[in-house]
């Protein structure tokens, strides 16, 4: 069985990944697809106090341990929601089965790019698919970028580096 870990941040450039991602997958039989999302921290004392209890009725659940102690906000979540709805959409519309599809997420509590390589060994991904913005080569080189440091920590996993060119970053879409 193909297991893909697709990370996704709600830009227009991880919906290109998510079209991408559909194409290839829906033909290929018994794949598990997790869509990966990470949230920013946020302190507590910026929420609610409704917010915080929130927050912590997660922590309780037993898959989401790796979130103990981390907050965020509940319109970072909303987002987060609806990217993945987004997402499961686009790849049922190529035909994969709903089934074979995964909502996972985490907390910016290390690089975004440390975090998509631990969830994927976590859930035992073979590969990771990651988008590029077309940041140019001076500011890719300044900044850094998350497919960058994937690429350049990945050890044991296929790596599909889907590139939206600059004048695209816009545009979701096929």
Not at 24 to 35: C, H, Y
Not at 44 to 69: A, C, I, Y
Request: a negative charge; charged letters at 25%; hydrophobic letters at 40%.
């Amino acid at each position: 069985m193909e297991t893909f870990l697709v990370a996704l941040d709600g830009t227009p450039a991880s919906t290109r990944v998510v079209h991408y991602v559909g194409k290839i997958v829906a033909s290929l039989e018994k794949t598990k697809i997790f869509l990966f999302h990470v949230l920013p921290v946020v302190s507590p004392n910026l929420l609610t106090e409704e917010e915080v209890k929130r927050v912590q009725e997660v922590h309780e659940q037993d898959d989401f341990e790796h979130l103990s102690g981390f907050f965020w906000s509940k319109e970072a979540e909303e987002k987060m929601n609806q990217t993945f709805e987004n997402a499961m959409n686009i790849l049922v519309e190529y035909g994969v089965p709903p089934e074979s599809i995964h909502k996972v997420f985490a907390v910016e509590s290390d690089s975004i790019a440390n975090l998509i390589l631990a969830h994927a060994k976590r859930l035992k991904c073979s590969t990771v698919v990651v988008g590029r913005r077309g940041l140019g080569r001076v500011k890719e080189i300044l900044l850094g970028s998350t497919s960058s440091s994937v690429i350049r920590n990945a050890k044991g996993y296929t790596i599909w580096v889907v590139d939206t060119p600059q004048e695209d970053t816009s545009q979701g879409g096929k």
